[in-house]
Each structure stands twice: as C-alpha cells, then as structure tokens.
T-cell receptor, first 109, second 113 residues
Framework: GQNIDQPTEMTATEGAIVQINCTYQTSGFNGLFWYQQHAGEAPTFLSYNVLDGLEEKGRFSSFLSRSKGYSYLLLKELQMKDSASYLC??????????FGAGTTVTVRA | IAGITQAPTSQILAAGRRMTLRCTQD?????MYWYRQDLGLGLRLIHY???????GKGEVPDGYSVSRANTDDFPLTLASAVPSQTSVYFC????????????FGNGTRLTVT
C-alpha cells in the first residue's frame, strides 16, 4: 500500500515563502506530482519530480529526495490567489497515482 | 476548448437507486480514471482504464463499475447507491506515459440519502 503524509494546514503572510512537506512510503516509485486545488474546483497540475533535486517553475519549486522518501513544494512571493489546497501524489510501482490528504494554505494580508 | 466534461454537476440520490456519472474527454488521452474525494481522506482511486477496452480496480472499487467502450467516454455506475457513497467524484485523464499529469474534470457532487 501507499502512505503519503503532509500537514493539514498552513498559514502565511502575503509576500512570504511557505514550504509544504510531503513524506511517502510506497511500493516502488515512478514519480511525484504536486497539484493545486482551489475550494470547489478541480485539482490542477503544478509540478513533477522523478529524479532527486529541485525543479523550479516561476514562483513555485518542488524538491525530491528518493532515498528519504521526501518532497517539498516551495511557494515564493505568496499572493492571495495562492490560498488553496496543495496535493502531493506519488506514482507507485504499479504506475497508479496515490494522493495525500492535502495541505490547505491560507494567505493573509 | 479541449478538456474533460463531467455530468451531472451535482445530484441527490435516494439509497438503493442506480446512478451513472458521465465523463467525456476530447484530448485523445489513452488513460482515464475515477477518483472520489472525501474530507480528510484526499483523492482515492475507484477504477481506471489504461486504454479503450480495458479497465482495472483502484483502491476503493466496491459498489462501483466502469466501462471503456471508446477512447473518449468513461462512465461510472453505482448499481445500488448507499449513503457512504456520498462524495465528490472526479474523472481524470492522461496520456498514460510515466511523466504525464492527470487532467481533471470539474467533479460531480453526489449526495445519497
């Protein structure tokens, strides 16, 4: 089975940086994805990591350490529109994508 | 605009009734998926299809069935709804390659009373 853990909630100030951690224990590994989901909407793809290291996409970066079963999503220069849930998802050895419960980020002015 | 269309948007259903949630994609993606999302549990995979004509069971398949007669359509059927099937259901598709992300529909909010 898959076990994916991430914090339930985080709060940060507009303009600040927030780091959302994700730890996982899976049967095999074929990549880690981060999704953003605004309340009442569908999840949308943010990033993909399959090799160790940092992937940067504008204000968002994602890091992976396969040996530690660990990833983080870094959100820089926070904006009010970044208030959302952030979902960590791991593609296991069976190539199925399993999701963590999500981290709700609240950005305050 | 290319994407995934789910219908209905929301539905209230009496327990014991049969219900089919519809999902259509126009991106010619090979793989399609059904997830349910419940508070505190995240998205859980119900059934999936890697290509037209094939289907497989996910993490929580009991009480649900799917078919994949063609590339575009992937309906999810609840044969006899129960209150525990109250949830938000998301259909998704992907190219099916290792690094291809899922594209989600807007979801169906189902309440079983």
């Amino acid at each position: 089975g898959q076990n994916i853990d991430q914090p339930t909630e985080m709060t940060a100030t507009e303009g600040a940086i927030v780091q959302i951690n994700c730890t996982y224990q899976t049967s095999g590994f074929n990549g880690l994805f981060w999704y953003q989901q605004h309340a009442g909407e569908a999840p949308t793809f943010l990033s993909y990591n399959v090799l160790d290291g940092l992937e940067e996409k504008g204000r968002f970066s994602s890091f992976l350490s396969r040996s530690k079963g660990y990833s983080y999503l870094l959100l820089k220069e926070l904006q009010m529109k970044d208030s959302a849930s952030y979902l960590c998802a791991v593609k296991g050895g069976d190539y199925k994508l399993s999701f963590g419960a999500g981290t709700t980020v609240t950005v305050r002015a | 605009i290319a994407g995934i269309t789910q219908a209905p948007t929301s539905q209230i259903l009496a327990a014991g009734r049969r219900m089919t949630l519809r999902c259509t994609q126009d991106m010619r993606h090979n793989a399609m998926y059904w997830y349910r999302q419940d508070l505190g549990l995240g998205l859980r995979l119900i059934h999936y299809s890697n290509t037209a004509g094939t289907t497989g069971k996910g993490e929580v398949p009991d009480g649900y069935s799917v078919s994949r007669a063609n590339t575009d359509d992937f309906p999810l059927t609840l044969a006899s709804a129960v209150p525990s099937q109250t949830s938000v259901y998301f259909c998704a598709s992907s190219k099916g390659t290792e690094n291809s992300p899922l594209h989600f529909g807007n979801g169906t909010r189902l309440t079983v009373t």
